[in-house]
């Protein structure tokens, strides 16, 4: 695996107690978080093609998602991050890079890395 490719994450929190509004909070607030880390490359909402009728999000961002853009190197770093900010939060993400593609659903630590430690491995 060379260390410049980049791994793109496409993150949904889908925590079914919280409205689409707790939702996006929770989206945005992890959108500043990872504006700060260094190994992040890239960070943004991700804008929903297909907005529905009377969408309250600014742009037509798709409710609860974002993207972030990391060197494979850094990959592991970003799941370590995300773990630590999980606390019982459901989110799904799929994972794409060096021709892979991986999608999952976790709602702690152990469960993100356990499913993608197949993914990172190489």
Do not use: C, H, W
Not at 78 to 86: E, K, M, Q, S, V
Not at 90 to 98: C, D, K, L, Q, R
Not at 112 to 121: G, H, K, M, R, V
Request: charged share 25%; hydrophobic share 40%; glycine share 10%.
């Amino acid at each position: 695996m060379a260390s410049n490719s980049s791994i793109t994450f496409t993150i949904a929190f889908n925590d079914p107690d919280l409205d689409s509004e707790e939702l996006d909070e929770q989206a945005q607030r992890l959108v500043s978080e990872l504006r700060q880390v260094d190994e992040v490359d890239e960070v943004s909402r991700v804008i929903d093609p297909n907005p529905p009728v009377g969408n309250k999000s600014d742009g037509g961002f798709g409710v609860g998602l974002l993207m972030a853009e990391v060197s494979a190197a850094n990959a592991k770093k970003l799941l370590g991050f995300l773990g630590d900010r999980l606390g019982g939060k459901a989110i799904e993400f799929t994972v794409e890079g060096n021709g892979k593609k991986l999608s999952v659903k976790a709602n702690s630590r152990q469960e993100l890395e356990f499913a993608s430690q197949d993914f990172l491995a190489a």
